[in-house]
T-cell receptor, first 113, second 112 residues
């Protein structure tokens, strides 16, 4: 089983719909992140959480919200999806206590029509 | 905040040649610099990292160099192989309590 699991892998939704992307991890890491990938724009940070009670906005948080339900689970919601939120979304985790590399999930490809 | 510039955006090399990808960062206090490889249909995977107290690090065919004075760091891949074809991302981190900031990526194609 993957260390960081994202569901769904692919999703097509209509403009205005609410959608939730889920992330769960078995790494035992406290820190979790949501990034968005667009061609030519790299990986941009949406939200991050350093522990269950901690939520922080990233570079591009407008139009998104998150929920940290447990140490192992971090969900990303689009309250009212719009076409320019069509992108590849990645969840990642990292250890606490210093600078460490991230472990990424396999991504969710979201298309808003 | 930190800003990371990555060049080139695309790179094609012949199999067996070397490839070099360069990144610059803006925050002189940044102290951790990882590199990620993203294969098609997968998430980015950490391949090598370097900390600010080290100037160079090697792992088989890949190496990373860091020039703190110039605020740039580079990924070097020697004896490239077709399986090295992927998108590569550099990143920088100010401290252990701030998230990584990524470059925009380099698409490397190794031509057999």
């Amino acid at each position: 089983d993957a260390d960081v699991t994202q569901t769904p892998r692919n999703r097509i939704t209509k403009t205005g719909k609410r959608i939730m992307l889920e992330c769960s991890q078995t790494k035992g890491h406290d820190r979790m992140y949501w990034y968005r990938q667009d061609p030519g724009l790299g990986l941009r940070l949406i939200y991050y959480s350093f522990d269950v009670k901690d939520i922080n906005k990233g570079e591009i948080s407008d139009g998104y919200s998150v929920s940290r339900q447990a140490q192992a689970k971090f969900s990303l919601s689009l309250e009212s999806a719009i076409p320019n939120q069509t992108a590849l979304y990645f969840c990642a985790t990292s250890q606490t206590g210093g600078s460490y590399g991230y472990t990424f999930g396999s991504g969710t490809r979201l298309t808003v029509v | 905040g930190e800003n990371v510039e990555q060049h080139p955006s695309t790179l094609s090399v012949q199999e067996g040649d070397s490839a070099v990808i360069k990144c610059t960062y803006s925050d002189s206090a940044s102290n951790y610099f990882p590199w990620y490889k993203q294969e098609l249909g997968k998430g980015p995977q950490l391949i090598i990292d370097i900390r600010s107290n080290v100037g160079e690090k090697k792992d088989q065919r890949i190496a990373v160099t860091l020039n703190k004075t110039a605020k740039h760091f580079s990924l070097h891949i020697t004896e490239t192989q077709p399986e090295d074809s992927a998108v590569y991302f550099c990143a920088a981190q100010h401290s252990g309590n701030t998230p990584l900031v990524f470059g925009k990526g380099t698409r490397l194609s190794v031509i057999a």
